[in-house]
């Protein structure tokens, strides 16, 4: 159980509502399902037998759970043949778009191949993206076989409990465009975005929510929270970070840059020792959470209620 878990603000199905994983106690009945079941059985509330919080900070990924599906999705048939058929497609609810975070390896019940781990639930080969079905507490099917569903690191930055989310975007920075920043430092995951909602003729309901907790900044690149978070000044990601606090940086007449001969002296031991700390610095780590069920050791997650493996 110490290396399947959650970050702080994970939602929980619970007797008593949604609640936040952290706040899970001994005795809480949670909704539950047992674990080889086929998707038909019913669900029910078990209770809490043992809450576990990890003694140190821990990597995680976000898993993008399927946005609004369009229209144009549709017609592209992106999700139908080998995984699900078009018609299951069809019924399929709309979602606005989710992350959930948690360790690599966390277990999700999938329709094609029972638990699987997070990481694993769509890979992108050979050109194409192929993913696994998701089940909720409604029995609804969830499709991870998108470009935009797939599960990614969350990367480190120099300004703590701030992480970036990777994807093509996060690799391409912009002084008036913020994209895949998280705020864990309230206690949730919070994202920080100044972009806009999706176009009229790609969702269905233009008063949708973005459906998670946010922070949308201006869009102005002169405003000072957007300065502080659009990749200059001392907010630096990925091994960056860790070169940063190394005092590793120089300035000259272009810009900051990070020093060439800053291991001119080291032994080759203190190179590789320097390369897997940078490696290990390079990715956002926090405390994590889980707990066990009785008897059915299964419980849901996230407004959506996804089935997830204690």
Not at 187 to 209: M, R, S, Y
Not at 236 to 250: L, M, P, S, W
Request: aromatic share 12%; charged share 25%.
């Amino acid at each position: 159980m110490g290396t399947h878990v959650f970050c702080a603000g994970t939602l929980v199905h619970t007797e008593q509502g949604l609640v936040p994983i952290q706040e899970i106690k001994v005795g809480d009945m949670v909704l539950s399902s047992p674990k080889d079941s086929h998707k038909d059985v019913p669900t029910e509330y078990k209770r809490v037998t043992k809450t576990f919080k990890s003694p140190e900070k821990q990597r995680i990924i976000a898993v993008a759970i399927p946005s609004l599906i369009s229209e144009y999705t549709l017609d592209k048939d992106y999700l139908d043949g080998h995984w699900v058929q078009s018609q299951q497609i069809k019924d399929l609810p709309r979602y606005a778009e989710k992350y959930i975070y948690c360790t690599a390896n966390h277990p999700f019940w999938t329709q094609e191949k029972g638990w699987i781990s997070a990481i694993e639930l769509a890979v992108y080969k050979q050109g194409s993206f192929n993913g696994n079905t998701l089940i909720n507490y409604k029995r609804d099917l969830i499709s991870t076989d998108l470009a935009h569903t797939f599960s990614t690191p969350l990367l480190r930055t120099t300004i703590p409990e701030l992480a970036v989310r990777v994807d093509w975007q996060s690799q391409i920075p912009s002084p008036n465009i913020i994209h895949n920043i998280i705020d864990f430092s309230s206690g949730k995951p919070v994202l920080l975005t100044n972009i806009p909602k999706l176009p009229a003729h790609l969702v269905e309901d233009q008063h949708t929510d973005w459906s998670q907790d946010h922070i949308h900044l201006p869009d102005n690149a002169n405003d000072p929270m957007v300065k502080q978070f659009s990749a200059e000044q001392h907010f630096y990601i990925n091994g960056d970070a860790y070169d940063y606090e190394q005092g590793r940086f120089k300035e000259n007449e272009y810009g900051e840059y990070v020093d060439p001969n800053y291991d001119a002296n080291w032994t080759i031991d203190e190179k590789e020792d320097d390369d897997r700390k940078y490696s290990e610095n390079s990715y956002y780590m926090t405390i994590v959470y889980n707990f066990e069920v009785e008897e059915y050791s299964t419980y849901f997650i996230g407004e959506q209620g996804l089935w997830v493996h204690q």
